[in-house]
């Protein structure tokens, strides 16, 4: 099993926001960036069965940027994806697509990073906006898997 774990793209500042963070969406600069790195994120052949994203508008939106670019990943809205995503909504979400084997999901921190951690024994990292991290789960009983790469923005872009 491979996992991507894609950070959401550039959204505005939440201090600045006036509404329900939910809704709070990427900025232009955001989705420009993320257009630009889902380019690159096409180039790596991923081999995605699905990409899984969080509800919250700028993750949706950079989802569906990702999955516009791919043509062939189908794109679904998981709620346990929102904040607070934990490896019980992981092992939820693997249990409801046994037939996946690849899948990206889309999402916040601190959950991808704590998760990423979670999975792989202990690394530390930030997974900043519009990184992406690869982990390949060598267990899937317990979770466990090992950090292939991470690949920040400024890369992809």
């Known amino acids: ?36 790195e889902a380019v690159a994120i096409k180039k790596l052949d991923l081999g995605l069965d699905l990409i899984l994203t969080s509800p919250l508008l700028r993750a949706l939106q950079t989802a569906q940027i990702v999955a516009e670019q791919l043509k062939k990943a189908k794109l679904i809205e998981e709620e346990r994806l929102a904040p607070g995503f934990d490896l019980a909504g992981l092992k939820g979400i693997l249990q409801d697509h046994p037939d996946a084997h690849v899948l990206m999901l889309v999402g916040h921190e601190p959950d991808f990073s704590e998760m990423v951690s979670d999975l792989t024994g202990g690394t530390r990292l930030a997974l900043k906006k519009g990184g992406l991290a690869r982990v390949e789960i060598e267990n899937m009983e317990t979770l466990e898997g090992e950090l292939e790469w991470l690949i920040p923005p400024r890369l992809l872009s």
């Open 1 to 36: 099993m491979i996992l991507y774990f894609l950070r959401h793209g550039l959204a505005g500042d939440y201090r600045d926001w006036q509404g329900d963070d939910w809704k709070r969406p990427l900025t232009e600069e955001g989705k420009v960036k993320m257009g630009e």
